[in-house]
């Protein structure tokens, strides 16, 4: 890091470590501000004071479905976890137990964080989730648990983790 004098007499530091403010585009994040109350009469999360919450919606309460509800019903998932490996074959019910526990955890203060679908393929399993936050999630507490080989692919022009874990 360099750092130049400015006239006012306040020092600017310049970064040249090629870090930069990332621009996110979710096609599934609303265009405008929500009314609230606001409920998804999907799944009955509640849009209040800004964000998605677990809680009673008021009988006059806005009606809108949530994003993730959203992407459930397009098959447009925002994060794909890959497992696979040997160890993941003779640990399968195990690890998968762990995901969902994961999953349930950060559901339960963030509705919009869910898991899609779960197929299973040619000894591979592939985890669609509802945000990019829960498959990095998952393959973290996978990668702390069990250790193992964890890869992330971001793609920011779709809003897009690919995580793949294998051991």
């Not at 969902?100 to 963030?110: S, Y």
Request: glycine share 8%.
């Amino acid at each position: 890091m360099g750092t130049q004098s400015k006239p006012t007499g306040f020092r600017q530091i310049s970064r040249n470590d090629g870090i930069f403010q990332e621009r996110v585009h979710d096609a599934y994040k609303a265009k405008h501000k929500l009314a609230e109350p606001t409920v998804c009469p999907q799944c009955g999360a509640v849009f209040h004071e800004g964000r998605w919450q677990w809680r009673e919606a008021p009988a006059d309460a806005h009606q809108e479905t949530c994003p993730a509800c959203h992407r459930i019903h397009d098959h447009y998932p925002a994060g794909f976890l890959t497992l696979q490996g040997a160890f993941y074959g003779a640990h399968r019910e195990e690890i998968m137990h762990l995901a969902h526990n994961v999953e349930r955890r950060e559901r339960t203060e963030h509705p919009l964080k869910r898991i899609m679908a779960i197929e299973e393929k040619d000894g591979e399993t592939l985890i669609t989730t509802t945000d990019i936050h829960l498959a990095r999630g998952i393959g973290e507490a996978l990668h702390h648990a069990y250790h193992g080989d964890l890869e992330f692919h971001y793609n920011p022009q779709e809003y897009l983790l690919r995580v793949s874990w294998a051991r």
